[in-house]
């Protein structure tokens, strides 16, 4: 039995149409469709707020009073999990991966506004981040605090289920659509959307963040649809990973420029940058085509924009400085 969801977000999320975008990607103009997950409400918006709604449903009526997550130094997670703890009146505790030096922009400077308190990890991997976050809790529980840990990237079973409201959302809004493409981190929301739409219906575009992400997707999401979705099922892209998580790649910072100079929309270089550079490499390769309805799942991120040296950087360079 699982709680119902604490309304945290406001939905459904709008969809838009993208003509202009579509077409410089080689597609019809009523072929592409932008689900606007970015504008899901508090603390910024985001993809992280579906799952939240669920996860912190369960926090609560265990009697937590603090919250717990890990994450990158500019995770969006951690920060819209310090955002659910103000609107619910608890303490957010970020564990994050680095050290105090880094610059405390974008996503930081947020988490600092929301008031949550940091914890530092050090340089350390994904096991090491998830220890030293029990650690944090267990001296939280000693000093009398009830601390819930909310998984990384809220990505569990549990938080997968608010992107099963928002495929359901999806279907009734296009209502022939062929392919969900979607930026795949920890796994949790590619999981959801599968269980809602069918794993033919959604590409995942691997941002870097796990060593093996479609196999996440797929333990989430097993529990949460009767035909068992195996990993190698999924439809994921593994081609613009680049250097690395954190690292801007060539293709999306393209894809930063093209939707925002095509539509006004604006993509973030870790997550939705790669989601569309993903999409313009699955038309290019054949996997996408024209006459075909898709959807851009826009999953938020824009803080980390600003958190990103080499993104602001590029869109520095990007600026025309005369008009005259
Ligand atoms: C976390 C995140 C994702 C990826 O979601 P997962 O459920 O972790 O795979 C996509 N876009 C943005 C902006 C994110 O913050």
Redesign the pocket.
Known sequence: MSHPPVPLGTFPTPVEPAPRLAAALGLGPDDLWVKRDDLTGLGGG???IRKLEWIVAAALAEGADTLVTTGAPQS??ARLTAAAAARLGLDAVLVLRGSPGVSRSGNLALDGLLGARLHWAGDVDRAALDTVAEQVCARLREKGARPALVPF?G?STLGARGYVRCGEELRAQVPELRTAVV????????AGLVAALGAESVLGVDVG?LADPAAAAAEFGAPLTAERVTADRLRVRRDQVGAGYATLTGPAAEALRLAARTEGIVL?PV??GRALAGLAAAVRDGDVRPGEKTVLVH???LPGLFGHADAVAAAQEAAGTHVF
Do not use: Q
């Not at 930026?183 to 590619?190: N, P, V």
């Open positions: 985001g993809n992280k969006n997670h990237g990505s930026a795949l981190g920890s796994g949790g929301t590619m963040a973030d997550y939705t999953t938020g991120g």
